[in-house]
T-cell receptor, first 117, second 115 residues
Framework: AQSVAQPEDQVNVAEGNPLTVKCTYS??????LFWYVQYPNRGLQFLLK??????LVKGSYGFEAEFNKSQTSFHLKKPSALVSDSALYFC???????????????FGRGTQLTVWP | NAGVTQTPKFRVLKTGQSMTLLCAQD?????MYWYRQDPGMGLRLIHY???????AKGEVPDGYNVSRLKKQNFLLGLESAAPSQTSVYFC??????????????FGPGTRLTVL
């Protein structure tokens, strides 16, 4: 069965410090992996995705994510956090294996990132 | 280019009332989705559509119906609202086929309270 786990409900970091938001996944075939961000009272915004190729992908607002196939992980990172990065972050996976349900996305429960000044 | 829009933004219903949420996209996307977001639950798929005139059940379809009469619109209906349907509802659209690597685009959400 397809699933996504975000083991931390909350991540707190000081401005200027590096941040990591963790994500692990389970799929039957090859995964397409996505990160989204949600600011208060807004819809989800796409940050970045991994489809194939380089394990380190770069996205919007200085974020990047590292795909690790052996650990089935896709952690979101940023070298230097900003207060404005404070938001709810969602990891999602699309299963491309046989029997996958029409390319639907499976979302994690979300991680609340708080960056304090 | 408005992207994905949702109407209304807020609504309060009494138990047993009905309503329809409207989602519209101007990106000519084939795929459209309805999700609900509840605290600590992430996003759960209610129904989705892979093209005009087609719909399918997602993870939590009970109590909801959908229609996709036009490619750009995807309607979510609640026939008899229940307090358990108090949630934030998001619509999303996506281009491409079944195994597409394209991302989904989300609307701003509808906050629904059922008393």
């Amino acid at each position: 069965a397809q699933s996504v786990a975000q083991p931390e409900d909350q991540v707190n970091v000081a401005e200027g410090n590096p941040l990591t938001v963790k994500c692990t996944y389970s799929v039957s075939g090859n995964p397409y992996l996505f990160w989204y961000v949600q600011y208060p009272n807004r819809g989800l915004q796409f940050l970045l995705k991994y489809i194939t190729g380089d394990n380190l992908v770069k996205g919007s607002y200085g974020f990047e994510a590292e795909f690790n196939k052996s650990q089935t992980s896709f952690h979101l990172k940023k070298p230097s956090a900003l207060v404005s990065d404070s938001a709810l972050y969602f990891c999602a996976v699309r299963d491309t294996g046989r029997g996958s349900t029409l390319g639907r996305l499976y979302f994690g429960r979300g991680t609340q990132l708080t960056v304090w000044p | 280019n408005a992207g994905v829009t949702q109407t209304p933004k807020f609504r309060v219903l009494k138990t047993g009332q009905s309503m329809t949420l409207l989602c519209a996209q101007d990106m000519n996307h084939e795929y459209m989705y309805w999700y609900r977001q509840d605290p600590g639950m992430g996003l759960r798929l209610i129904h989705y559509s892979v093209g005009e005139g087609t719909t399918a059940k997602g993870e939590v379809p009970d109590g909801y119906n959908v229609s996709r009469l036009k490619k750009q619109n995807f309607l979510l209906g609640l026939e008899s609202a229940a307090p358990s349907q108090t949630s934030v509802y998001f619509c999303a659209s996506q281009s491409g086929g079944q195994s597409s690597y394209n991302e989904q685009f989300f609307g701003p959400g509808t906050r629904l309270t059922v008393l």
